[in-house]
């Protein structure tokens, strides 16, 4: 057991040592943050570690990808005014990537979204029809032409069986056949009529001698 204390101390303290190390990366020096004002008062270890490797002069030559490292990274935390900070001095040295236009374009719609929380919640009121309105459905207009194209497969997927089902013509009943049944003659009844007896005609009234006058003698 004692042979193996000296590796025990040994691991121990290389532990310790790259404990240390780390913590040291996420201190930054005063020149680091005079030379890159906009992380002062930040507390992100990853955005730390990101400026204490833009301070390092070794990494001179990856300076704008650790800046745009670091836009993503204040665009993640919901600061995105800083962000934009640093897309637009990216912009200022002709500086394009992907990454930086999605960082562009995220970061601009939470500023946005920001506006119309307070627009809607602060300031109780709606977009104007002459103003705002006409950009947001603009905007909304184009987001909707630039869908993925696993969402508009998917979307296609959910409107097809309605569409079938519209486009299929409907079945028409056909009639029911009526079985036709022949007409039973009726068999003529052996009883004979009663025959009509002649009415009666009256009786002509006999006529009353007429009463004769009495002459006299």
């Known amino acids: 057991m004692k042979n193996y204390i000296p590796y025990i101390l040994v691991l121990g303290a ?18 680091c943050i005079k030379d890159y004002p906009m992380v002062e008062g ?36 919901g600061k995105n005014e800083k962000a934009l900070q640093i897309v ?7 500086i394009q990537s992907n990454e930086l236009t999605d ?9 946005a979204s920001d506006a119309l929380t307070k627009m809607r919640t602060s300031e109780m009121r709606y977009l104007t029809e002459a103003k705002t309105y006409p950009v ?34 409907q079945k028409v009943s056909r009639p029911q056949k009526v ?17 009509s007896k002649p009415a009666a005609t009256p009786a002509k009234p006999k006529p009353t001698p007429a009463a004769r006058p009495n002459f006299p003698t």
């Open 14 to 31: 290389s532990f310790a040592s790259t404990f240390v190390s780390a913590n040291d990366e996420i201190k930054l020096k005063r020149s």
């Open 42 to 77: 930040e507390t992100n270890p990853e955005l730390l570690g990101i400026y204490a490797q833009l301070c390092d002069k070794k990494n001179k030559d990856y300076k704008n990808k650790l800046l745009v490292s670091a836009a993503e990274k204040f665009q993640q935390l």
């Open 88 to 94: 637009s001095y990216l912009e200022t040295l002709n």
């Open 136 to 169: 947001a459905k603009s905007f909304t207009d184009a987001v909707r032409q630039a869908m993925p194209a696993a969402v508009l497969v998917e979307k296609n997927q959910e409107t097809a069986p309605s569409v079938e089902r519209s486009s299929r013509p």
């Open 179 to 195: 079985n036709r049944t022949s007409p039973t003659r009726s068999a003529p009844s052996s009883s004979k009529p009663a025959s």
């Open 103 to 111: 960082v562009k374009f995220l970061a601009g719609l939470g500023l």
